[in-house]
């Protein structure tokens, strides 16, 4: 099995202790293995997205320029998915796509969870709420919980309606804001 870690560079690695320790949560995880320091294997090659592709061990490191995206129409999918370590082979994920939309806002046992390339924070006004229980822990989220920016809270579908915004997260986009308009229920 692979597993990716997908990390910025601006004029340094991005978070580099948040990745490194959910790359070796997921190593001890699978094969019990000790921790390595994803900074040994990773240059400094300012303003790039880097994944790093690994198993027991590191096998890929791959550089590639940051294209802006937008993201200007959202569908609300159910799913069971299991994506709680960030594993290379992205199918399932992809195939909650939606022809004529950018992302899907994935909903889990009744509640909302994550796109299939984010972590995701809805804002009532007052503060930033983020889901609980997300598909995948992203490092940025874990950033901007650590630093009293984000409080998880269950959200269910109905309660996205009465949030304000809404922002993808995630270590390339950063804190990505959106209008709730543009999600379709």
Not at 47 to 62: A, F, L
Request: hydrophobic content about 35%; proline content about 3%; aromatic content about 12%.
């Amino acid at each position: 099995m692979k597993f990716i870690e997908t990390i910025l560079i601006t004029d340094k690695i991005e978070n580099i202790a948040l990745h490194n320790n959910r790359m070796n949560k997921t190593r001890y995880d699978f094969y019990n293995l000790p921790p390595v320091n994803l900074a040994d294997y990773i240059e400094i090659k300012p303003n790039k997205r880097v994944r790093v592709t690994y198993s027991k061990e590191i096998e890929k490191i791959e550089y590639f320029d940051i294209i802006k995206r937008e993201f200007k129409k959202f569908k609300i999918v159910k799913s069971e998915i299991d994506y709680q370590y960030k594993y290379a082979k992205r199918d399932a994920l992809n195939a909650l796509k939606q022809p004529g939309f950018d992302e899907v806002i994935i909903i889990k046992n009744g509640l909302v969870t994550d796109t299939t390339i984010s972590n995701l924070a809805f804002f009532d006004g007052k503060e930033w709420h983020t889901p609980k229980n997300p598909l995948l822990k992203g490092t940025k989220r874990e950033e901007l919980i650590k630093k009293g920016l984000l409080t998880e809270k269950n959200i269910t579908v109905n309660d996205i309606k009465k949030y304000k915004k809404f922002a993808m997260i995630n270590a390339i986009i950063g804190f990505y804001e959106r209008d709730i308009k543009c999600i379709s229920f």
